[in-house]
């Protein structure tokens, strides 16, 4: 269906020679349909977002090797020790809808994994990775030395 603006119609029909207070109430008329409603544009703003995953083994408890995790992100204002909390309550909530009844989740990786991002969005869990990622460990230390780099000229000198 092919779109015109009122002002081109109100030309047509005042080529026409239309009565004027006729061609004033539909073209009011025609302003009222194509303006938008005010309560459909206004969409309430997305809530801010913190990111959660990282380690930092200052004393060193944690293993070196085989730490896996997922990136999730949960509100602003949320505190990130609820984040287990929201993903155990989006687990249930999936093992009680149909797909979960006929195969539910019994861990965290497979709730993750499997259940479908509105069980977690009640909850205000944003899962970022569904498999699990390689978590690498850090001391937060800084090194004081600097590294030695040898600077490498990539122009081209054999021209």
Do not use: C
């Amino acid at each position: 269906m092919a779109k015109i603006e009122v002002s081109q119609v109100a030309e047509i029909l005042k080529k026409h020679k239309l009565d004027p207070s006729i061609l004033r109430e539909i073209v009011e008329e025609m302003n009222e349909i194509t303006s938008p409603a005010a309560d459909e544009d206004i969409k309430p703003p997305a809530p801010k977002k913190q990111f959660v995953i990282l380690l930092s083994d200052m004393e060193g408890k944690l293993p070196k090797k085989d730490l896996t995790g997922w990136v999730v992100q949960i509100a602003e204002d949320a505190s990130p020790y609820s984040t287990t909390d929201r993903v155990f309550k989006g687990a249930y909530d999936f093992n009680a809808s149909k797909k979960g009844r006929l195969l539910p989740v019994k861990s965290v990786g497979e709730a993750l994994e499997s259940a479908s991002a509105k069980y977690f969005r009640e909850s205000e869990l944003w899962v970022k990775t569904k498999l699990p990622v390689a978590v690498v460990v850090t001391d937060n230390v800084l090194p004081k030395d600097e590294f030695k780099m040898e600077k490498v000229d990539r122009r081209r000198k054999d021209a």
